[in-house]
């Protein structure tokens, strides 16, 4: 019973927000500021390793790796992905396709010293320009969702993110008592969507499943639509930003464009109004234990768009 009201919670926390989402605009609408359809056969990327680590020991090693095509950049912050080609589009992709991106890592967190913590890696779509939502920004990806026993094997984490850098601003209070007050803070924040993954246990008949993340309610994570086994294979999703300064999120089963009806979720990110979106970013997790390969995380097509239809 308490596993059924979990879920029914949670879906009608989705649902309510859903509700008082004014107006959100489809990701993919609009002008296309930046693509990458990974068509180009000689696609590369230059990984100059080793990757920055800043985050964990303040360590920026230069050069950053770049795509050939100048499209994608290494993270100073976190690092890029070990292991990062394109690769033959997965069957069921987007029509016509013939390429897609492949993702994965090894040594997460500070290269060469394996932390044994859950640990992720960022590879920036270096999308040009900083946009206010009052342009209607939006980011859309297809993402392919390997067999379960493809992914890594660590249970309960995040494993894989499609993230949207934005600039905000909350009010928080500030003081004591009759010295309390208000203030705006403005800051840098990353709403997103993730996957988390529950691996069968050895020996159960339960099957091993996984389920989207919605990053950046205003007080934490919520969870969204589970993912079966039968339901492996490829997926759309996106994030779209309107002048209400809330992030909408999509989700859709197969490589189709969104539509209307794929809105899963609508929030003010970690309850800051946004006020500008600069760009989009895919996280790859493993546990950095220098042996286990992160889940093999193919994309497609992601792009991002501003105004709308």
Request: hydrophobic residues 35%; glycine residues 10%.
């Amino acid at each position: 019973m308490r596993i059924c009201f979990a879920f029914v919670l949670a879906f009608s926390c989705l649902t309510a927000s859903v509700v008082w989402a004014q107006n959100p605009v489809v990701p993919g609408q609009g002008q296309r500021i930046w693509i990458d359809d990974l068509e180009d056969e000689n696609w590369e990327y230059i990984d100059n390793h080793p990757k920055s680590s800043h985050e964990q020991d303040n360590n920026v090693r230069l050069p950053g790796g770049m795509s050939k095509n100048k499209l994608w950049g290494e993270s100073s912050k976190r690092g890029h992905p070990d292991y990062i080609r394109r690769v033959e589009t997965p069957e069921g992709g987007i029509p016509g396709s013939k390429g897609a991106l492949l993702m994965m890592t090894l040594q997460s967190n500070i290269p060469f010293r394996a932390s044994n913590e859950l640990g992720q890696d960022d590879f920036i779509c270096r999308v040009p320009g900083s946009y206010s939502v009052r342009q209607f920004p939006s980011a859309v990806t297809r993402v392919y969702l390997p067999p379960f026993d493809k992914w890594e094997q660590y249970k309960g984490a995040a494993t894989f993110g499609f993230r949207t850098t934005c600039v905000g601003s909350r009010s928080k209070k500030k003081g004591a008592g009759l010295f309390s007050y208000t203030s705006n803070e403005t800051e840098e924040n990353w709403p997103g969507i993730f996957i988390e993954f529950q691996p069968a246990k050895q020996g159960s008949e339960q099957e091993s499943k996984a389920q989207w993340i919605i990053r950046g309610a205003p007080h934490g994570d919520v969870r969204g639509p589970m993912i079966s086994v039968d339901q492996l294979g490829w997926w759309t999703i996106g994030m779209s930003f309107t002048p209400d300064g809330r992030c909408h999120y999509f989700i859709s089963e197969g490589a189709d464009d969104l539509t209307s009806k794929d809105l899963v979720a609508s929030y003010l990110p970690y309850n800051y109004k946004i006020e500008t979106v600069s760009g989009m970013f895919f996280n790859i997790f493993n546990f950095d234990n220098g042996k286990s390969w992160s889940t093999p995380w193919v994309v497609d097509d992601p792009a991002f768009y501003v105004g709308r239809r």
